[in-house]
Each structure stands twice: as structure tokens, then as C-alpha cells.
């Protein structure tokens, strides 16, 4: 027997508390939106909804958006990219950062040697090619997804390179410090 979407809802519904719900919904954000948006896809009380914004934004979770007299609510993207490169860096050593940084560039390069191109979107172009079949057709859109997200990666562990000597530096000034108090 299918479930049927509405079995769906109230599984959700009932698995979640409403606040868990509209945290879910306003963290996967991917334009700003209104509380109405958000209290309709949390399906929760408006009144809720908005409470609970409110303390996502106090946080500095959610950043209010002000667009044609509409408030809105879109996740701050700055925090985000900060928590990633944290992550990152607490996650791996410089050496495995360096490592993962040498993969992607090799994978990019085999794709460009492969499909004679030396960008993701000049790849894209390609599947307008007539002759390709399916499953090439496929293969490349998979490629193409792959590119992408791997520039992304690249271009964080980037990033968490260029940092990681200030945050050790920092953890460490964090630890003298606690040794200090605690003497």
C-alpha cells in the first residue's frame, strides 16, 4: 500500500515539533521568503512561524530582508560560509585539505581532456550536440553537476587553507588562556 502525500504531511507533522519544522524550512532557504511562505511549506501557526524568525534572526541565523514592503527571511549566507570553512578545518588536517584540493584539480582536468573543453559551461554547450545519445547525454549532465560542486569545494578549501594558521593560532590563544585561568 502507497502512502499517500498527505500521509506524508501529518508523518512530518507529527515526527517534528512546529518550531523544529520551521527551522528546517527557513534553513534550506534558497531566496528570501515570507512568513506566510514559510508557516505554509513548516505548516505551522502563523503567529509561530513568526516567533520563531524573530529568534532565528536574534540569533544570527536568518537575516530579515526588507523587498517592495515585504518582509522576508532568507539565511545568512555569510554565517554559513564561515561555519563550512570552520568545519573544514576542524574536520581535516592542512595536508588532507591540500590532498582533497590536488583531487579536484585532477578531476577537473581529466574532464576537460576527456570532453576537449576546458570549462564546465563550455560542456553544457556541448549537449546541444545532436549527435549524442542518451546516455552520453546523461554522463555529461552528471559531469557538468559534478564540476560545479567541486569548484565550490575547491574554492572552500581554499579558503580554509588561507585561514588555518589564524585559527590554530586563535584555538591555541583560546587554550593558554583557559590554562591560565584554571592556574
Known sequence: MSE????GVQSWTESMSARDRIRAVAETLREPRTVNWISEQADSAWSTTNEELQDLVNQGQLRRVEAGG?????????????EEIRTLIEENTREELRNELAAITEEIEEWQATYDVETWEELEQSLADGDLASA???????????WEE??????????????????????EQRVNVADRVRN
Open 4 to 7: 499517500s502525500p498527505q500521509d
Open 70 to 82: 515585504t518582509t522576508r527571511y532568507q539565511p545568512d549566507y555569510t554565517r554559513l560560509l564561515f
Open 136 to 146: 552520453e547525454l546523461r554522463d555529461r549532465r552528471d559531469v557538468i553537476t559534478r
Open 150 to 171: 567541486n569548484l565550490e569545494n575547491r574554492r572552500l578549501i581554499k579558503h580554509a587553507l588561507a585561514l588555518y594558521l589564524d585559527v590554530e593560532a586563535a584555538r
